[in-house]
Every structure is written in C-alpha cells, then in structure tokens.
C-alpha cells in the first residue's frame, strides 16, 4: 500500500514540475531598424538544417512526443478520430466537353482520387490516384487544368507538403503521362492554346541547391510551353522585373484572341488588370486598371467582353463588365449590396452570384444584364460552396454544410430555381443533438463582431465546459461554417467549438478586412480577445477551460493574444504561426504579406506596430504563460518552420510557472496543403490529448 501511495504521489508531483527543455543557446545579435536596437538571441536558428539547430529541434520533438504518448487518453482519441473520419466522401463534379471529373475518398485515403466519367452519373473511372505515387501519401494533386474539349490535362503534384509543384501533361482518353515535365512552379495555372499545342504558366527562376525551402520565391513569370518540348525550351511571355514582389497570373479567352494578365502585390486583394490581343506578335500588354485601386477579379471573356468582379467604388463588391474593343466603356451590371460579395459564375446566361451575411452563404441569380431573378433557395444556414461551370451549363453543383450539419452535394439548376440532392455521406453522427448558434459580441472599440458557438443541446451554462475558441482574421479571407470530423469528435468530447469572425477577414468586404491590417491590426486581437471574454462571461466556459486555436496568419493571432493576455486562456495552440514580425519577409513567399502586415524596414511607424503585437518580440521573462502546443513542420515553405522554433525556444526561457511549452514539428509536411491523412490523425490526437491534460477534461464514458 505504501508503494502504491508513493508512486502516485510521484506521479502527482512529476505533474505540476516544469519540463527539462533542451539547452538553447541565447545569442547577442542585435539589428537596428531606424535607430531602435532590437536584439534576436535565436537568429541561429534561422539556419534550420545547421547540426546545432537539427540538434535542438529533434530534442524537443522527444519531449513532446513523450508528453504527448503518455496521456491515457490519446489512444481513444485517435480511434475515434479515425472512425468519425471513415465514410466515403464526394467532390462536385464538373467538365469540359462531355468528360466529367470529381474527387472523392473511400474512407481513410491519405489523398483524394481523381476520378473521371462520361456524365453525371455516369460509372466513373479513375483517372489519377496519388496515394499510388508515394508509399507515405506524401504526394499529392495541386493544381489541375483541363483542354476545352476535356480531352487533355495538365496537373501539379506536390510533396512533403511544399507550395513547389511539378507540372505533368496526362490524357484523359488513355490515362497515359506524355513526357512533358515542369519544375519550380508555385501558385500556377496552366492556360490552353485553343487548338492544344501548348499552354502558358508561371513559374520562378530555380532556386539554389538547398534553399528551395527557404528562400524567396520572387520574380514570378509565365512562360509558354510547348507540347512534347523540353522546359527548357519554353519561350518567356511576359515578366516584371521592375515588381519582383508581384504574383502574376494569366487566363486566355476560349477562342485564345485575348489575354488577361493579372497582376498582384502580395496578398493585397487589389490588383492590375491588363489585356493582352494575341494577334499582335509583339504581345503589348495594355493596363485597363491599375494596381492598389481595387479588386479586378476576371468571371469570364466572351467575345471581346470581360466580365469582372470589382471592389472599384464598391468595398462589398459588384459586377461589371467592358468590351476590349471600347475597354473605357464600362457597363455596370450588379451594384453592390450590404452583403459582401465572394464570386460570381456566368452560367447559361445568368449570373450566379455568392455572398456572405454575417458569416453565412447567401446565393443570388440575376440575367446577364444585371436584373435581379431569385435567391437560390439553400437548405439552411450554412456555407454553400460550388456553383462554378461552363458558360453553356444549365446545371451547375454546389456543397452545404455547417459545423453541425453533415455536407450534401445539390445539382442546380439556373433555370428553374431547382436544387436537387445529388449525393449525400454516410456519416457517424447524429446533428439532432448538437446545436450552432450566432451571436454577437462587443469588441474592445465597441464594433459588433459575430461569432458560431457548436455545442451539444441541452448543456447548462456554468462555465464549466472546455472551449476552442479558433480564429484567422487577415488577408481577406472569411472563416465560414464548414462540417468536420475533427470538430465533431471535440463535441462528442463534451467540448464546445466557438469561431470568431475576426476583423482582417471579408466577412463585411473590404471595409472589414481594411479595419485589421497594418496599423489596424490591433483590431484583430482585441476581437479575439472579447471572443474569449464573452464566451466566459455567457458561462459557455471559463479561463481553466478555454483554449484558443490558429493556424497561419491565425497562429500569429494566438501568439499575439497570448503573450498580451496569459491570464485569460487555459490553453493555446498556434499551428504554423507567423511569429517574428520583423523577420517574416525574409524567407519564401513572405515578401507578399508586406501589403497586409507592413515591414520592419518599411518605415519606424511600421516597425513601432509590428513590435508592439509580433510574438517572438513580446516574450516577457518571468510570466506564467498557459500550456501552449506550438506546432509547425519541416517542409512548411509558406511559413518559415524558424518562426516556431525561436518563440518556442522564447517561450521556454521566459516561462515562470510548471505549464508546459511544447514545439511540436511534423516530418514530411508542409503548411497543412496535401497533408496525408493519417498525419492529420496524430495532429488532432496530439491536440486533443494535449486539452484533455490541461483542460482537465473527462471523457464521456462513449470512449
């Protein structure tokens, strides 16, 4: 007995010590931005492959993964993961010519397959299948593009996770790969000579051996390719030097007369839009708009018509329309509304227009002309994703679904009004018994943000459930109602699932997103924050059992409220964060987030805003810091995996209290695109297993 009253107060005291972290080394680099000194004692790690930081980083992937494996729970977790996630699962399908292709999933398929079929509901066939190509599923389909007539297909495949694609030719008759074969291409398309001989794409000069990586990608531009020839002997189309920032794009009309270069610095939502008349040998681009104006977002080219989505004039977005032949003339087609305006489809003379109010699908059709027709009657509240086809379709498919209402696929038809249930899963879970409520919140300057609260009916309000509060806020991206597997299993976990709707974000338009970037981005944290306060004060949690959850620009948010507000949370979890604010556009495609956040060497007013929020810098020694989870991976070519490893390592040294800071780093992964599934596994089962401990959570006895 006495043993056994030992071990477990062993066991309860080797609970609540501070963890061994391994040794890293505090340098003495300083850099000086405008005469400020700002010291980076972890620049060594920068240097990401170096034995000292190799060295580091796999001692604390042990200490994390025995943190992690020890937690009893972990292992029901993870069962139950797997079997939520085990049901078939169904793309929208879509064609060109009479082929049709769709993706789709048995069950636990580390990637989806691509299939194809001769109708709608047709027997399909595959016609790529990725996890055939790596015996870890690490391979997966990036970015694909089709011939007009359905008969040829250009597709990217990407591995470990990186933004890098390697472009292949395959033909949908045969299935057979001819021998075309394109590197160092990232974020392309691929744009078809009508008659098939070769398509356009953008590419970026190859980087130096061992930094793929890590350096920046700059200088993007497209190049033509011929069918059968060598890349390198495709012929440059068009560049800017001038701008190497810029990303640029390209969309040639169906009868390949006119061109459409679009131009963007960064992640800025506007944009330069110009044409090109492909007649003309000498290829003279002719600016229509010019850049930082507005959003110029090409729906389709017919004839010489552009039709355009645009925020010219209009922060929530309208429709427009000019003629290449007069481009001056404009012709205005559907004025903005108080909703936000996300995309448009030109399908069989009508346009299909896709906005949000107050974070949740709204569908409208209106004529060519612009005249109103009918809303697109959708089955709830909820994100309808989809609507997209050829200009001659009458039908068109879209998805629903909701935190708590599984995903059906609908045929539409733009005629009649109609929609159709075209294929719905069959999935492990009950939504009569879960609820998702919106409500609105109060934000530190008084502005009114909305948020979703999932939970299970019936669930007293006495602050005693444990809360992810997850948020993004930044490059116009909205955070809309979307079904998961892995969020459901938290509910089944008796856990409550809240999403704020984030200044930075498009929910509102552009005025919304306007309000979180550069010096405004303060706004962002605050709202999160009030998120928290409010999810506290309503006793759907408390600060023991709220954890806070982010990813990307996301995770920057965690680290920025975290290390403002340490006494508010019970957890946090920054997955793939931006960490170092005056750093960040030194590596890979950072230098395209200069328009959204600012730079360090941009101005002293730029610099003063980023340090006052950028994690890495905020780091106070001495301050009891809740349990964190900090997770990045080792092919994340989006975002730096060195911005996780120095606020890990900061984050370590300055912890004052026995809350454990655990960097987590998954091998063979990138920013989370094309991850295999079974990786996605063990990130939710870390996760998971991490809140049951630190939350102190009790699973229900259905585990």
Known sequence: MRIVIAAALIAALSATLPLQYPSATRGDHV?????????????????????????????????????????????????????AYNYAK??????????????????????????TMDAPHGRPRVLLDPNKLSSDGTISLGG????????????????????????????????????????????????????????????????????????????????????GAPQSADTLFYSR???????????????????????????????????????????????????????????????????????????????????????????PLVAQSKSALQGVSLLHGHLVASYLQDGHSAVRVYDIGGRFIRDVDLPGVGTAAGFGGQREDRVTYYNFSGYTTPPRLYAYDVVTGKSTLYWQPKIVFDPSKYATKLVFYASKDG????????????????????????????????????????????????????????????EYGEAWHEAGMLAH??????????????????????????????????????????????????????????????RFDAFTVGHGWVPEYGCATCSAEQLKTLMSYSPYQNVKKGTLYPPTLISTADHDDRVFPAHSFKFAAAMQW?????????????????????????????????????????LHMTLPPSF
Not at 147 to 162: F, R
Not at 455 to 473: E, M, N, Q, V
Not at 529 to 553: D, F, V
């Open 447 to 506: 502005t009114r943000v909305p948020m979703e609260i999932a939970y299970r009916k019936g669930i007293a309000l006495d602050g005693s459930h444990p809360t992810i509060l997850y948020g993004y806020g930044g490059f116009d991206i909205p955070i809309t109602p979307y079904f998961s597997t892995f969020i459901s299993t938290w509910l089944d976990m008796g856990g409550v699932y809240a999403v704020a709707n984030l200044r930075g974000g498009s």
């Open 144 to 227: 694909e593009s089709y011939t007009l007539d359905g008969k040829l297909m250009a597709y990217g495949l990407q591995s470990s996770g990186s933004d890098w694609e390697t472009w292949h030719v395959r033909n949908i008759v045969t299935g057979a790969d001819s021998s075309d074969t394109l590197q160092w291409t990232k974020f392309s398309d691929a744009a078809w000579l009508p008659d098939k001989s070769g398509f356009y794409y953008e590419r970026y000069p190859q980087p130096k051996a061992g930094e793929e990586l890590k350096a920046a990608s700059v200088n993007q531009a497209i190049y033509f390719h011929r069918l």
């Open 521 to 582: 981005k303060q706004n962002v944290f605050d709202d999160f924050i009030s998120a928290a306060e409010y999810l506290i004060a309503q006793k759907y949690t408390s600060t023991p059992k709220l954890a806070i959850r982010g990813e990307s620009n996301g995770g920057l948010l965690v680290g920025a409220v975290e290390t403002q507000r340490p006494d508010l949370f019970g957890a946090a979890l920054p997955f793939v964060g931006v960490m170092d604010m005056l």
């Open 654 to 694: 300055a912890q004052a209290g026995p809350a454990p800071i655990l960097l987590r780093v998954d091998l063979k992964s990138g920013h989370g695109g094309g991850k295999p599934i079974s990786k996605v596994f063990d990130d939710y089962a870390d996760t998971y297993a991490f809140l049951v401990k630190n």
């Open 241 to 331: 030097p001038d701008h190497p920032d810029w990303y640029i794009s390209f969309q040639l009309s169906r009868d390949g007369r006119y061109g459409l270069v679009v131009l963007a610095n960064g992640t800025s939502p506007n944009n330069e839009l110009s044409y090109i008349d492909m007649r003309d040998p000498k290829h003279v681009a002719h600016e229509l708009y010019p850049i930082d104006k507005a959003t110029f977002a090409p729906i389709d080219i017919v004839g010489s018509t552009v039709y355009l989505q645009t925020t010219q004039g209009a922060p929530n977005g309208r429709v427009m329309s000019i003629d290449l032949k007069h481009p001056s003339l404009e012709r």
């Open 90 to 115: 169904h793309g929208a399908p879509y064609h060109f010519g009479h082929h049709y292709f769709y993706t789709a999933n048995s069950g636990l398929q580390n990637q989806n397959v691509l299939y």
């Open 31 to 83: 850099d000086t931005y405008f005469g400020t000194q700002v010291s980076d004692p972890y620049r060594w790690m920068e240097e990401i492959d170096s034995p000292q930081t190799r060295s580091w980083v796999l001692a604390e992937a042990k200490i994390s993964q025995d943190y992690l494996t020890a937690i009893p729970e972990r292992a029901a977790i993870y069962r139950r993961l797997r079997t």
